[in-house]
């Protein structure tokens, strides 16, 4: 299953800046293994915006949800889903 998946961070200004250093390092982390794992397919930073659109490849949206709930920045970000499916023109037969 595929979901568009826009995050935008909100680290609070106050936060203590090694803090927030090790939050981010922490989910660059968990982001570069999901990503070598195949569950987190695209990551792209959205230009002018501490934010980015994301791609997932999970198998429910469980999964997704345990995914998301997991990031280390989780409680400094606004998170929008949408739910995918193939779409009768593509041409890539891999979309699922
Ligand atoms: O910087 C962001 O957009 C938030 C984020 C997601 C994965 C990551 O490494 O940073």
Do not use: Q
């Given at each position: 299953m595929l979901f568009h998946v826009k995050m935008t961070v909100n680290i609070?200004?106050?936060?203590d800046p090694a803090r927030a250093e090790q939050i981010k390092a922490e989910e660059k982390a968990l982001a570069q293994r999901l990503q070598h794992e195949g569950k987190w397919r695209h990551l792209w930073r959205i230009a002018g915006q501490y934010a980015n659109y994301s791609l997932f490849d999970v198998d429910s949206t469980q999964e997704l949800h345990d995914i998301l709930m997991q990031l280390p920045l989780f409680p400094y970000m606004d998170i929008e889903v949408d739910a995918l499916c193939r779409h009768a023109s593509s041409i890539h037969a891999d979309d699922r």
């Open positions: 609070p200004l106050d936060m």
